[in-house]
Structures are given as structure tokens and as C-alpha cells.
């Protein structure tokens, strides 16, 4: 098998890399979409042509999600991951190479489809190797990794914004292909998933990886649970598994897993972090202080992240959930409220045109606060969870192909949304907030009335997992 590394800490390093890519294309446009030279360069785009520039990745990102599990199942999580990479570079040479927008599009749909299938199954990967006492913080190091790809992202793009003309915005995207590089090198030197190898007949190399990953006295169990799980859990075909997550017995757990996926989008966090710069024009902020002030965004982002990964196994699921979507509703309302008392309807603000609502004096930078405040509630609760709890609950034989369903719908709001905020942000104003806390609220009761709780169950328990529970059975988990 060659030289493999067994830290479990290492492995997830290296393929979180995965999420390090995804961060770097969040902020790769965002410091651009202000800058008269990327504007002047794609002819001064509309606030819908914005939108449809910005919505490529997720659109990529949807069908790399759908096709990576069934890729997973067949060839393996690990090699999954190393082909999706070619489309990353492919992308990101047809970026720094576009001449128009429509190339520009094309782009950022190619690397969308690694984004989306290394999104999927870097959690099915993660959780099939790590122990079940710390499987949470492990997953949860793939949104941290996206926080750090983001903020990393911004402050190149920001310092090559000082190089005269369309490399600019070209040199930063140039730099996206550094850590897909260190991805590719680094891949093969760590395992593939033992419960992938003993479900293809691998048993020997599925026993050297668990006496690689885990201490001799946890080896003969890990074996035996794997032996069993194993001999239950027989490869099935894509079809066989999609149908398979619409049968009576799989829905529910589906409805969840998608649930989960879209409302970490409908929050409306990742829609704003596109477009920073919009909502610090709207507050009144302008030049090295509008990109200064969006990239703090960025910085709490990672911050608040850091909760997450340290006690996510120890506070569990449910309760952060709920907790986590009413948070961001108060931020959204509050701000909204900010906004829509203190501001007021204007032609344009700071030369773009699409924006009409500008905030002024206290109220501007109290708007900003409660934004960050938002984000810090996202990154510690619904961001690493929107990872975790999907890739917890499906049995084995769906596990890849059920994640990548789940995970795309997270690219298909994605997309929407990226098309949506711009027009929403020139003709709702203020009032875009509102409707992303009404979505909040929703999440969090679905969540509460609906949500298993998950935390150190084994996954070769899961389908033991009830997903149809009434409010006496949960608290009966809590307890």
C-alpha cells in the first residue's frame, strides 16, 4: 500500500483542503464586485447578471454534489476526491484566462463541480474514519477550513487589487490553484474509508487502516463492528440507493438531510458573505474602509468557528440547532429594523446603481455589528452542523449517494439565492433581511419538533436511530 499517514488529525487536514477551495471561490469575487476594473472589464454588469455570475459555482457545485456519490461508492471516497480536483483546474485556468463574462460563467461552473462533489463527501469520508467520541469536531474542521479559505481569499484578492489592470482580479484567481496542488500531492499519503474497503471486499487493507488509526485496545471491537456493519450493508447501484432514500423506511431521514442543507442556506449567510460589499455600501462605507470593514465578517467567521469544533460533541446536535436559527432570526430582525427605521431611499450609493438604501451615523454601524453578530451565530452552530448531521443519519449502502443528494440541495439554494440578493438588495432594500429571519424561525421549528439528536450514536447503529420521534421520545434523548 505504500507510506500512509494514520493521525486522524492529519487526514482531516489534508482533505479539508477540500473545504480550503470552496472558501477561496465564497470571497474570490467578493472584492472585486465593487472594483471599476473588474466592472469595466465585464461591462459594467447588471445586478442580475451579477447574480448569474455569482450563482456559476453553486450551479457547478449542484451536479458535482449529485455525481460524487455514486463516483464515492464505485471508486472510493479517497479517489473521489483526487478526480474532482481536475475540474478545479480546469476551472481556474478558464478564469484566468476569460475574456468575457459568459467564459467568466463557464469558469466558475467547472469549479463548482469539485467544490460541490469535494463538499459532499469530505464529510462521508471523515465520518467513516473518525472515532464516534470526537466524529463531530472532525466533520466540523471542514467548515473551519472553509472560514480560513474565505478570510485567506479576501486579503489576497484585497492585496492584488493593487496591481494595475485585469490581472488584478486574474492573479488572485491564479492563486486558487496553489492548495488544490498541495490537495493532490498529499491525498494518496492518507487511507481510504475502512468501511468502504470491507464493504468492496477490502478486508485485510480495512483492517490495517483501523490498527493504523486506532490504540491496540480499541482494534479487535472496531474490527468486529466493521465486520458486522459490513456484512449488512452490501454496495447497491445509484438508482437502487436513490430510490432507496425515497422508500417509507429512508424519507424521513431524507426530508431531514435535505432540510438541514437548505436551511443553512435559506439563513441567508452565505448569500451575504458574497455580497459584504453591498451591505457596507448600504451602511455608508466606502473605499479601503468599505473592504477593511467587510473583511472583519470574514475574520468572525473563522472566530466563531473555533466553539464549534472544541464542543460540538459535547453539547450535541438538536439544542444548537434551534438555538443557532433563533440567534440569526434576532440578528436579521434587529438589523432589518436598523435599516428600514434609520435609512433611507436613495438613486445610487457610493456610484453602483443597483443600490438604493443607504443608513447613516450610529445606526449604519450598529447594522454592521448585528450582521457580524449574525455570522458569528451562523459559524458556531448551523455552518459546521449543515456538514455534521446529514452525513450522520443515513446507514452505510446510501451513505455517499444520500450526502450528495442532501448536499446538493444545498448548491441548488446556493444558486438561487446568489441570483436573488442582488435584484432583492435594488428593490426590497432593507426588507431582504426580514425574509431570511422568517426562514430561521421556520428552521428552528422544524428543527425542535423533527431533529434526532445524533451525537456519539455509532454509525453502525444509525439505522437503530428512530426519525419519526414525538416530543416525549426527545426529551427522552435529551435526558
Not at 470571497?27 to 447578471?49: G, T
Not at 425542535?448 to 427522552?476: A, C, D, H, Y
Amino acid at each position: 500500500m505504500g507510506y500512509k499517514i494514520y493521525n486522524i488529525y492529519a487526514i482531516v487536514a489534508i482533505a479539508t483542503l477540500g473545504g480550503f477551495l470552496f472558501g477561496t471561490d465564497v470571497s474570490s469575487l467578493s472584492a472585486f464586485v465593487a472594483d471599476e476594473r473588474y466592472l469595466s472589464y465585464f461591462n459594467h454588469p447588471s445586478s442580475a447578471m451579477q447574480g448569474v455570475i455569482m450563482a456559476g459555482m453553486p450551479i457547478g457545485a449542484l451536479f458535482g454534489a449529485l455525481g460524487s456519490g455514486s463516483a464515492s461508492d464505485v471508486i472510493g471516497r479517497n479517489k473521489a476526491l483526487q478526480s474532482a480536483l481536475a475540474f478545479w483546474y480546469i476551472g481556474s485556468i478558464l478564469a484566468i484566462t476569460c475574456q468575457n463574462t459568459a467564459m467568466l460563467i463557464a469558469a466558475r461552473v467547472v469549479k463548482g463541480v469539485a467544490v460541490g462533489a469535494t463538499s459532499s463527501q469530505i464529510p462521508t469520508y471523515i465520518v467513516e474514519l473518525a472515532p464516534d467520541r470526537i466524529r463531530g469536531r472532525l466533520v466540523a474542521l471542514q467548515q473551519w477550513s472553509i472560514t480560513w479559505g474565505i478570510l485567506v481569499m479576501f486579503y489576497v484578492a484585497y492585496g492584488c487589487s493593487y496591481i494595475p489592470g485585469t490581472w488584478s482580479f486574474r492573479a488572485a484567481w491564479a492563486i486558487q490553484l496553489l492548495p488544490a496542488i498541495l490537495m493532490s500531492s498529499l491525498l494518496p499519503l492518507i487511507p481510504e474509508s475502512p468501511h468502504w474497503l470491507a464493504q468492496h471486499g477490502h478486508k485485510d487493507q480495512a483492517i490495517e487502516t483501523l490498527e493504523g488509526l486506532l490504540p491496540p485496545d480499541e482494534v479487535a471491537v472496531a474490527i468486529s463492528d466493521l465486520e458486522l456493519s459490513a456484512s449488512r450493508q452490501e454496495s447497491i447501484p445509484f438508482g437502487a440507493a436513490v430510490r432507496q432514500l425515497f422508500s417509507r423506511k429512508m424519507i424521513s431521514r431524507t426530508v431531514i438531510g435535505v432540510s438541514m442543507q437548505v436551511w443553512s442556506q435559506m439563513t441567508g449567510c452565505n448569500a451575504l458573505m458574497y455580497y459584504i460589499v453591498f451591505i457596507c455600501q448600504m451602511a455608508g462605507l466606502s473605499g479601503n474602509t468599505m473592504l477593511i470593514s467587510s473583511s472583519i465578517q470574514y475574520v468572525v467567521n473563522m472566530a466563531a468557528t473555533i466553539p464549534a469544533v472544541l464542543w460540538i460533541d459535547s453539547a450535541g446536535r438538536r439544542k444548537v440547532i434551534v438555538g443557532g436559527f433563533l440567534c440569526m432570526a434576532i440578528c436579521l430582525s434587529l438589523t432589518a429594523g436598523l435599516m428600514g427605521g434609520m435609512g433611507r431611499y436613495t438613486d445610487s450609493v457610493a456610484g453602483n446603481p443597483h443600490i438604493h438604501w443607504i443608513v447613516e451615523g450610529p445606526a449604519a454601524y450598529l447594522s454592521i455589528a448585528f450582521s457580524m453578530l449574525f455570522v458569528a451565530f451562523f459559524a458556531c452552530s448551523i455552518a459546521p452542523l449543515s456538514w455534521i448531521y446529514p452525513s450522520e443519519i443515513f446507514p452505510l449502502r446510501t451513505r455517499a449517494v444520500a450526502n450528495g443528494v442532501s448536499v446538493s440541495t444545498n448548491w441548488l439554494m446556493n444558486s438561487l439565492l446568489a441570483f436573488y440578493v442582488p435584484p432583492a438588495f435594488e428593490n426590497i432594500q432593507w426588507k431582504t433581511f426580514l425574509i431570511f429571519a422568517t426562514f430561521c424561525i421556520v428552521a428552528a421549528l422544524q428543527a425542535l419538533f423533527t431533529f434526532p439528536e445524533t451525537r456519539g450514536v455509532p454509525l453502525e447503529n444509525v439505522e437503530q436511530i428512530n426519525m419519526q420521534l414525538s416530543m416525549w421520545q426527545l426529551k427522552q434523548i435529551h435526558d
